[in-house]
């Protein structure tokens, strides 16, 4: 064969060997196309993961000690956060209940708050009689939670870290050895650590035209009044059981903020000062408003004008969240310690996304949060800001010797929900007073009435009696 031939050969192998394959590997792709097959998924993955060793290659100690014993003695300050986990039974919306998961008997699980180059000490207990073993994950670590990996029942585990980065992080259930760990996060073990960042917080410019026309530059101290949103999903099915097939197909059976459907909605107490009737609704969605609730019943959000509020947001769940305040902008925008944006009307979170939000409501009004996604709006993603007085009830709530002097907001009648209050930090103004709501269990609830929290199911009779008593 001369040197010709062969070249030819060598051309026409290649095509044909490259149409068999390259045909061959189209075709293969276009019929193997398959639908995932929950039933014949193979649950055992994550150990044999683990076994390889695959997800431990970034090793804590690569950038920063983790030794409680050597944190101990650095010299920084030590914020130690006891976590337990626990099942129960936690209310939804219509007078049903869910099987949670949770940290501490709440949803969400406490919120850490400590400033950054704190050294955080986490324990984990999970009692002898939990239904199953238990992990931590805390973003804010930096750590793999396969690291930690997960607790039985009766045992106790711990670790250190140093809280390196300043900002919202999500803390949740790592499950069994990372085995159902959506189960657990879907069904409530979530929360959030906040890290202040160490020089404080920016001072907050709003610039407006301020209804005169010209250019207004307002800066706001970094004080603020602060308060935390979590938006997660659940997926239930009859029974109150977390439903993974549901949670594949995206199809949730509840927004909830703060682990509640509607929770800041208006109660009987808000009928009465509104309308002066607690039987009649002045806002259309108030799913949790009678006193039997107790810390269920709705409570709202209640701000002053004029005032710098600050808002810790997380995506905890499994959708994304289209943050947006009705007949407001948000201010400044900040993740991680950077401003992302400023004068913006809605911001994106994706799943396990957060930001800090700082505001502030220029004119008395009620104003909704609300996931602006409709099917979220109408499944429960949606809260209300009550700022200033704008139902003029002042004069009727020092008349009838309620208060002593006009406020400048319902807080410091009624207070503001738990759930939604985050501990002190560097640059916190204090709220006027905490009442007790959240998704807690009875005992969780207790233990917050005598701290010292109010009971609003207990105060509201007082009020009504004394708001209709003739005068
Ligand atoms: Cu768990």
Known sequence: ??????????????????????????????????SLDMSSMDMDMMDKIRQMGGLQLVMPQAFAETDCGVLADSGRNVVEFNLTGESVSLPIMGGESYNAMTFNGQVPGP?????????????LTI??????????????????????????????????????????????????????????????????????PANGYKKLMVEKTSGSGEMNRVFYDADALEFTLQFNQLYLDENGNYDMSKMMAHQNTATVINGMQF???????????????????????QPWKGLELKQYQSQLLYVENDQHVRLFIENQGNEPVFFHIVGEILDRVTQGNRVQSAATETWLLG???????????????????VNHDYAA??????????????????????????????????????????DAVPPMGLNSIA?????????????????????????????????????????
């Open 377 to 418: 709006i109408y499944s429960g993603g949606l809260g209300l800001f009550v700022a200033g007085d704008p139902f003029n009830l002042n004069p009727t709530l020092v008349e009838k010797g309620i208060i002593s002097e006009p406020v400048a907001s319902y807080a410091y009648v009624l207070g503001n929900p738990s």
């Open 263 to 285: 929770g800041y909605t208006p109660n009987m107490a808000h009928n009465l000062l509104v309308k002066g009737d607690v039987d009649t609704n002045f806002f259309l969605v």
């Open 351 to 369: 799943g396990s996304q957060n930001m800090i939000v700082d505001l502030v409501f220029d004119e008395p009004g009620v104003y909704a949060l």
């Open 431 to 471: 709220h006027p007073a905490i009442n007790i709501h959240g998704l807690y269990t009875d005992d969780v609830a207790s233990e917050m009435q005598a701290s010292g929290l109010i009971p609003l199911w207990e105060v509201i009779p007082v009020v009504a009696e004394i708001l209709t008593a003739e005068s």
């Open 1 to 34: 064969m001369n040197k010709r031939f062969t070249m030819l050969f060598t051309i026409a192998a290649v095509a044909v060997m490259g149409a068999t394959l390259f045909g061959s590997t189209y075709t293969q792709t276009q019929i193997s196309g398959q």
């Open 127 to 196: 009692p002898a009689d939990e239904i199953t073993g238990h992990g931590n994950d805390m973003h804010a670590s930096q750590m793999t939670a396969l690291a930690f990996d997960s607790v039985n029942p009766g045992e106790t585990s711990q670790y250190c870290y140093i809280a390196e980065s300043a900002g919202v992080f999500k803390y949740h259930c790592s499950g069994v050895h990372l085995a159902g760990m959506d189960a657990h996060v879907l069904s409530g073990m979530y929360g959030i650590a906040i890290v202040d």
């Open 111 to 123: 919120t850490l708050r400590v400033t950054q180059g704190d050294v955080v000490k986490m324990t």
